[in-house]
């Protein structure tokens, strides 16, 4: 059916979104989508049956976290790559991806031409970033350890920051603590 194609896993949560990508994916050449789901055991589940090429997925899932998946898959499919398409602010969570294992980072405001090169590039074992974050780590890493941060979200640990989207989401501190699988007082 997709022979020759690059086999794309989306991981979405919006029917919608999922949808419209899987439309215009499959109508290149080169790229096709052979699953697309909405939350991060239905990703891990379809990562083991579909072997794609290529993880796109969200930040923000129906469950689970799209960081602590991409930190799964890493460390089960190290040689998959996993590009991240997010409406989240890519100064803040480009780097948080890249550490979690992602090979690229794209904004969903970003045309979908941009979006399909993203893709290639990851595929082809690229990293991906815009011209602005590329700049910014390349900066970071000449200067070295930065005494003064940008923003107060960038003192917060991966798990922290998790806390805080949620608690953004207007999720309780019990809600956030099965969701997490952390007890209440830790989340507080």
Not at 48 to 57: F, Q
Not at 103 to 119: H, N, R, S, W
Request: contains cysteine.
């Amino acid at each position: 059916m997709h022979r020759g194609k690059a086999r794309l896993l989306l991981v979405e949560s919006h029917v919608v979104v999922r949808q419209g990508l899987t439309l215009l994916i499959n109508q290149e050449t080169d790229l096709a989508v052979c699953g697309g789901v909405s939350a991060t055991p239905a990703a891990l589940e379809a990562v083991g049956e579909l072997k794609p090429d290529e993880v796109v997925t969200d930040i923000t899932l129906k469950s689970g976290n799209g960081l602590e998946m991409i930190k799964i898959i890493a460390a089960q499919y190290a040689q998959l790559p996993v590009l991240v398409l997010t409406q989240h602010d890519e100064a803040l969570y480009a780097e948080i991806a890249l550490r979690s294992g992602a090979m690229g980072y794209i904004m969903k405001d970003e045309p979908i031409e941009k979006v399909l090169a993203a893709i290639r590039r990851v595929l082809s074992g690229k990293i991906y970033l815009s011209e602005t974050v590329s700049v910014q780590m390349i900066r970071q890493q000449i200067r070295g350890p930065r005494k003064f941060l940008n923003s107060p979200e960038e003192l917060l640990s991966d798990r922290e920051l998790q806390v805080f989207q949620l608690i953004g989401q207007w999720r309780g501190t019990g809600q956030i603590a099965r969701e997490l699988h952390l007890s209440v007082k830790t989340v507080e």
